[in-house]
């Protein structure tokens, strides 16, 4: 097995793990929509999703261990994606809780 195959496999095997990490952020998107009644969109975490993994499969097409500009546009996308929903879904949760935000105390 030479380097060039040995990085495909691994560019391949590390998408599956981070697919598992992303479902589950979805079914916790899932079922605080399901709980609370406010819009998540949980749906959309397959965008990233998809992204991922097709820049996975053009990196291990490309012949080489080089960046390919239209792999990084895909991961580069699919991580502001990524990063846009996480970052709605954290405000949805946390920031707009009247339980989470303490009250101001005047001094």
């Given at each position: 097995?030479?380097?060039?195959s040995l990085n495909q496999f691994l560019v391949l095997y590390t998408w599956f793990?981070?697919?598992?990490?992303?479902?589950?952020?979805?079914?916790?998107?899932?079922?605080?929509?399901?709980?609370?009644?406010?819009?998540?969109?949980?749906?959309?975490?397959?965008?990233?999703?998809?992204?991922?993994?097709?820049?996975?499969?053009?990196?291990?097409?490309?012949?080489?261990?080089?960046?390919?500009?239209?792999?990084?546009?895909?991961?580069?996308?699919?991580?502001?994606?990524?990063?846009?929903?996480?970052?709605?879904?954290?405000?949805?949760?946390?920031?707009?809780?009247?339980?989470?935000?303490?009250?101001?105390?005047?001094?």
């Amino acid at each position: 097995m030479n380097t060039l195959s040995l990085n495909q496999f691994l560019v391949l095997y590390t998408w599956f793990p981070l697919a598992a990490l992303l479902l589950f952020v979805l079914l916790i998107a899932r079922f605080y929509q399901k709980f609370s009644g406010k819009r998540t969109r949980f749906r959309l975490f397959t965008v990233p999703l998809v992204l991922f993994g097709a820049g996975a499969v053009r990196y291990t097409s490309v012949n080489g261990n080089i960046g390919d500009p239209l792999a990084d546009l895909l991961f580069g996308a699919a991580g502001i994606v990524l990063l846009a929903l996480c970052w709605r879904l954290h405000r949805l949760m946390l920031a707009q809780n009247p339980a989470h935000n303490p009250p101001q105390t005047s001094s």
